[in-house]
């Protein structure tokens, strides 16, 4: 199984909804990362977890929250978004945290603020 | 600061048309350097990847040769099929304590049958 499972896939939501964005792994990655891709942009980190703390955290704003529950799952909390926050979000997951190391993607949570 | 810059898309070509995609970089330290694919509506795959300097990445017909001395990591197919259209984005990590991939703004391929 080399898959990163992302749900759900499309998501539309009001600006003082509260949703969660969940990604899930079973290849006993230790390292898993949340990246934001804007329309035609290429992916930006947002988070990173290295055995289920938080390592990087790519000075995002506050509204986006992540969990790490434990090494399989990554939880992304969204809260008061505002439309520009309307982005492809992808979950990526690798053996370790090392730079270079292949980093496995899911196929994305369309996330529209509305 | 780390960089990539890659040629602007998108490219349209033939089938079983040779494919060159430009890539060159600009980092501290010594990168790793990456060729993701992203086809409609999906996530990326990583394509191939190379880790030093002259090492060639080769995956699926698609090779790159990690060059150094000019700083380049440009992607080529011998030839491209209609399947093969997609985005595809060059990348790099450099050592931080932490896998930061930094990607190129992405070259649109199109393959007409």
């Known amino acids: 199984d080399t898959e990163v499972t992302q749900t759900p896939k499309h998501l539309v939501m009001g600006m003082t909804n509260k949703k969660s964005l969940k990604c899930e792994q079973h290849?006993?990655?230790?390292?898993m990362y949340w990246y934001k891709q804007k329309a035609k942009k290429p992916p930006e980190l947002m988070f990173v977890y290295s055995y289920e703390k938080l390592s990087i955290n790519e000075s995002v704003p506050s509204r986006f929250s992540p969990e790490c529950p434990n090494s399989s799952l990554l939880n992304l909390h969204l809260h008061a978004l505002q439309p520009e926050d309307s982005a492809l979000y992808l979950c990526a997951s690798s053996q370790d945290g090392r730079f270079n190391t292949e980093a496995f993607f899911g196929q994305g949570t369309r996330l529209t603020v509305v | 600061g780390n960089s990539v810059t890659q040629m602007e898309g998108p490219v349209t070509l033939s089938e079983e048309a040779f494919l060159t995609i430009n890539c060159t970089y600009t980092?501290?330290?010594?990168?790793?350097l990456f060729w993701y694919v992203q086809y409609p509506g999906e996530g990326l795959q990583l394509l191939l990847k190379?880790?030093?300097?002259?090492d060639k990445g080769s995956n699926k017909g698609f090779e790159a040769t990690y060059r150094k001395e000019t700083t380049s990591f440009h992607l080529e197919k011998g030839s491209v099929q209609v399947s093969d259209s997609a985005v595809y984005f060059c990348a790099l990590s450099v050592d931080t304590g932490f896998q930061k991939l930094v990607f190129g703004t992405g070259t649109r391929l199109l393959v007409s049958p």
């Open positions: 980092a501290t330290g010594y990168p790793s």
């Open positions: 290849m006993g990655h230790r390292a």
């Open positions: 190379a880790t030093k300097a002259d």
